[in-house]
Every structure is written in C-alpha cells, then in structure tokens.
C-alpha cells in the first residue's frame, strides 16, 4: 500500500510527463523558488555570526578593563566561565533541531574561551615550575578529552574537529616538553593527522577530512625536509612526495594532491636556486623550472579531473 508522500510524487511524474517538463527544468524551478529563503537565511547567519564577534569583543574589553581590579577567581570566572557555558549550550542545542545551526558556534566558542581559562586558571593557582609546555600540554590534554568524549556522544562533525586540533597540540606540546627534534615532531603530527582523516573518513566524516589532509601532508613533507635537507638522503623527499601524491588518488583526496604539488614545486625551487643560481645556467634553469611547474600543475588539474569523475 502506498503512503501519501509516494502517491504525491507519482500525480507530480504523471503531470510533468503530460506537460512534457523535464527533471531539470522542475529542479531550476525549485531553486529558483527557494532563493528568497536562503538569502534571507544568510543574512540571518551573518547577523548572528556578527553579533557574535560584538560579545567576544565586549568581553574582552571588559575583561581586560576590570583584570587589574580583581582576584585570581573572578580572572577565571569571566574567562572559563563564558567558555564552560558556551560548551553546555552547544550540547542542549544539539538536542533542538531548530537550533542545530547555533550548535558549530557554540562550540568554536568554547573551544576558543576555555583553553584561555585554563591558563589562567594554571597561571593562578598552580606554583609556577618554569615550564611553560608542562602546562599547555595538560590543558590540551583536558580539552582534547573533553571533546572526543563528546563527539562520541554526539557525533557532531565539528566536535571531531576540535578534538584533532588539541590532540595534534598536545602531541606536538609533549614532544616540545620532552625536547624532541623539531623535524621529528613534524613528521609525527603529519603522520597523526593523516591516519586520523582517513580513519575520520571511513566513519562518514568527510567535511573536515580536506583540511586534515592538506595539514597533515603539509607537516610531514616539512619534516622530512628539515630531516634530510643538505644531506645525502635529500632524494628522499621526492620519494615521500611522490608517496603522497600516490594517497591523495588512492584517496581521491584533492587537498592532499595540492599539498604534494606545493611541496614538489617548492623542492624543485629549493634545488634550482641552490645548485644553479651562481651558474651561467641560472636563466636556463629558471625557464626550465617555469616549463615543469606548467607541466606538474597540468597533471595535477587531470588528476582531479579524474578525482571527480570517481566520486561520480
């Protein structure tokens, strides 16, 4: 037996048939009838967003006015606190589909406020030790757990987000704090972030995965660079390069395919100045450089092309 929904869309076949209208002309149609609703949704949006930067601003200009007047407490009331409450709010928004577009702001907001409450409550009430990336990696920590557990709960994509963000803080604070090489370091949050976004992406959470991958390779091509750069294993880069280029079509990854080319055009740059530039060979080499940016970027365009025509 057949539901209203379904007998509705068979009398609108029926009709378009009769009429001869076809699919596309009904979708522009559409389109065309719900722009008035979505401009003035922008305008909504943008107003909301705008009164949103008058009360960041609001408070901190209050803050910064009153912050000599007041104890260590009240510091970190008007600074966790707005932050704690923002974080509350996202989560009862996100159970109120008519306030799901407030739900990403709400926790940007929190995400931006607590941390600076958290150092302010450190730089308060905990005996300064000299370590400065002693603290920042025990609030990342804190945050970083506070929000994966959310997003478990939740599963808000911008949860996940901000989760990446302070644990890929946390990794690179902790390996600051234990006075690892900063080339290491590098290769390490590159590679995080890499395994995370594709572990991100086979969960469905392909909205943020774009921006992880592009970081993620633009970390670890800049470690391995730092690691072999002068060196005899400097080859190596392209090597790495090359790999990323091999992920980004395994992956259908468009940001990680224009991190690869950058890092490529940035070695080739790299290796024509540095063996070529005081040579009589440095005009030659400079046209011979434009001619392969050309060529790389040209099949850079096809590999997308083709990118897009998998996703279809």
Avoid: C
């Amino acid at each position: 037996m057949t539901t209203e929904r379904e007998s509705a869309l068979e009398r609108i076949v029926a009709l378009a048939e009769s009429h001869g209208i076809a699919a596309d002309e009904i979708a522009q149609h559409m389109a065309v009838a719900q722009t008035p609703e979505r401009q003035g949704g922008i305008v909504k949006a943008l107003l909301a967003y705008t009164g949103s930067i008058f009360i960041f601003a609001g408070l901190g200009l209050l803050g910064s006015m009153v912050w000599p007047d007041i104890g260590p407490l009240q510091r970190v009331v008007i600074t966790l606190g707005p932050g704690m409450v923002a974080f509350v709010l996202g989560i009862l928004a996100h159970r109120e589909s008519r306030f799901a577009k407030a739900v990403t702001p709400l926790f940007l907001v929190a995400a931006f406020m607590q941390p600076a409450g958290l150092f302010v409550f450190l730089d308060e009430f905990v005996p300064r030790a000299g370590e400065p990336e002693l603290a920042a990696l025990i609030v990342f920590a804190i945050l970083a757990l506070q929000q994966g557990i959310a997003f478990a709960q939740l599963r808000q994509p911008s949860l996940l987000f901000l989760t990446m963000i302070f644990w890929f803080a946390f990794i690179g604070t902790t390996m600051v704090w234990l006075d690892v090489d900063g080339d290491v370091n590098s290769i390490t949050v590159g590679l995080s972030a890499l395994f995370l976004s594709h572990f991100a992406a086979l969960r469905g959470n392909h909205a943020i995965t774009p921006f992880w991958y592009f970081i993620g390779g633009g970390f670890l091509l800049g470690g391995v660079f730092a690691a072999v750069e002068g060196g005899p294993a400097e080859i190596a880069y392209l090597g790495v390069n090359g790999f990323l280029v091999y992920l980004s079509i395994r992956l259908a990854s468009r940001a990680m395919l224009v991190i690869s080319v950058f890092g490529l055009i940035g070695y080739l740059s790299y290796f024509t100045y540095e063996y070529f530039a005081n040579i009589i060979g440095w005009p030659i080499a400079m046209i011979v450089m434009g001619l392969v940016m050309i060529g790389v970027s040209a099949y850079a365009f096809k590999l997308g092309q083709g990118m897009d025509a998998a996703r279809r």
